[in-house]
């Protein structure tokens, strides 16, 4: 199983820019979709962003034109570029791997089975 640890989380004010990124160790994501969740203290886990083993991305329509997931399998690490950040885009940001995904099920959490601690993302002036 990968284990799978985030960076990245901060404070910015709105329309402001931030990179998450998630790291791989004891695998590689060779194989695996790997997926951006985040969750707030008024929120359910949401679905973000997620990137499945061909490279294809897929999008909630609230971070659609703003958020960008890339990946770099030779640093072994997926990120997830934030722009023209949002008051409701404070929350913690979790990364996680799924390993049988298709492109239907990018978007569900029970298909993930490794998830990081999360890193704290807030936008306030």
């Known amino acids: 199983q990968v284990q799978v640890a985030e960076s990245g989380g901060g404070w910015v004010q709105p329309g402001g820019s931030l990179r998450l990124s998630c790291a791989a160790s004891?695998?590689?994501?060779?194989?695996?979709?790997v997926g951006w969740f985040r969750q707030s203290p008024t929120k359910e886990r949401e679905f973000v962003a997620a990137?499945?083993?061909?490279?294809?991305?897929r999008y909630a329509d609230s971070v659609k034109g703003r958020f960008t997931i890339s990946r770099n399998s030779a640093r072994n690490s997926v990120y997830l570029q934030m722009n023209a950040l949002e008051y409701e885009d404070t929350a913690v940001y979790y990364c996680?791997?799924?390993?049988?995904?298709?492109?239907?099920?990018?978007?569900?959490?029970?298909?993930?089975?490794?998830w990081g601690q999360g890193t704290q993302v807030t936008v306030s002036s």
């Open positions: 996680a791997t799924c390993p049988r995904c298709i492109s239907s099920t990018l978007p569900r959490a029970q298909a993930y089975d490794s």
């Open positions: 990137i499945n083993q061909s490279g294809s991305p």
């Open positions: 004891g695998r590689t994501f060779i194989g695996y979709g």
